[in-house]
């Protein structure tokens, strides 16, 4: 299945489950009543605390970062270093050369579990301010190749594809404004729009070779403890349906869109980065129903 392939599934996936959530909710049965306006104005003004969980969509632009021939150079970790030459040799039986052609051109990012947490105030009905803080943890991957040196029926070498793997800790913070659109009801259309700050952290860079699996993180990174990866920034927006399930519970149904810049490699640029979730929100945290 390919990533535009999952991105529709589980978008599916959220709108089915919201919409079983909803079906339940006593407000949506007719087993509570809002109260009419006021009430459902008083559901949306003031302080909203909520968490999110969903899927986070990362632009390939950056996973090039993992693909060896940098600053992590797989040449570097399997050819320079005696000791790990010698050591896949002794596990593919035949001597063998790396070609930096045939490392990976277009590595990509899976799919992430994005989760994280909002807080935003309404100052009016259908206007506010949020500032949003989402986690998630990718993976590229790919395959690059060697040539074995094995007799076979020609006298061409032969290819074994090894994999190639990248692990980064991403956190993106959203300040921007909140606007819902329509007449006050119990669901609502809105749009998020704001500034995006970004930070990357790289976790690893490794490469599997039948059973042996080495890092080719820079070792002056490793010896010194620096970080790969650092502070980057861009634009976001986002569309949703906001559910309005009681008396102090707002559900919400969206997906964001970044034009950010990551900062891992040499050149980073903007690219277009996307995420869907569904959030659990709590309006007015700490007030009692009299004050509401």
């Not at 959220?14 to 087993?31: H, Q």
Request: net charge positive; hydrophobic share 40%.
């Amino acid at each position: 299945m390919d990533v535009v392939s999952k991105r529709i599934v589980f978008i599916i996936f959220l709108f089915l489950f919201t919409n079983s959530l909803i079906a339940k909710s006593p407000i949506y049965k007719g087993e509570l009543k809002l109260g009419g306006k006021d009430t459902l104005k008083s559901a949306v003004l003031g302080w909203h605390f909520g968490v999110n969980i969903g899927m986070y969509f990362a632009n390939k632009q950056s996973a090039s970062f993992y693909n060896g021939s940098g600053e992590n150079s797989v040449y570097r970790t399997i050819i320079e270093n005696t000791f790990i030459n010698d050591e896949i040799r002794r596990v593919l039986h035949y001597n063998f050369s790396f070609d930096s052609t045939l490392l990976p051109k277009n590595m990509k990012y899976n799919p992430a579990i994005n989760f994280g947490f909002l807080a935003g105030f309404n100052f009016q009905k259908n206007a506010g301010i949020i500032i949003e803080f989402d986690y998630s943890k990718l993976k590229a991957s790919d395959y690059f190749t060697l040539a074995i040196d094995s007799f076979n029926s020609t006298s061409d070498p032969s290819l074994k594809k090894c994999t190639i793997t990248g692990t980064e800790e991403r956190i993106n913070i959203n300040i921007g404004i909140h606007r819902t659109f329509g007449k006050l009801s119990k669901t609502m259309p809105y749009i998020n729009a704001g500034i995006n700050f970004n930070n990357v952290k790289v976790i690893d860079n490794k490469i599997q070779i039948e059973n042996l699996s080495y890092s080719i993180v820079n070792p002056t990174n490793s010896y010194y403890n620096i970080v790969q990866g650092g502070l980057g920034f861009g634009v976001m927006g986002g569309v949703g349906l906001q559910f309005i399930l009681g008396q102090s519970m707002i559900v919400d149904l969206g997906g964001n869109i970044y034009f950010s810049k990551i900062k891992l490699g040499t050149d980073p640029r903007f690219a277009l980065h996307e995420s869907v979730y569904l959030r659990f929100m709590l309006r007015n945290f700490g007030k009692s129903e009299e004050e509401n």
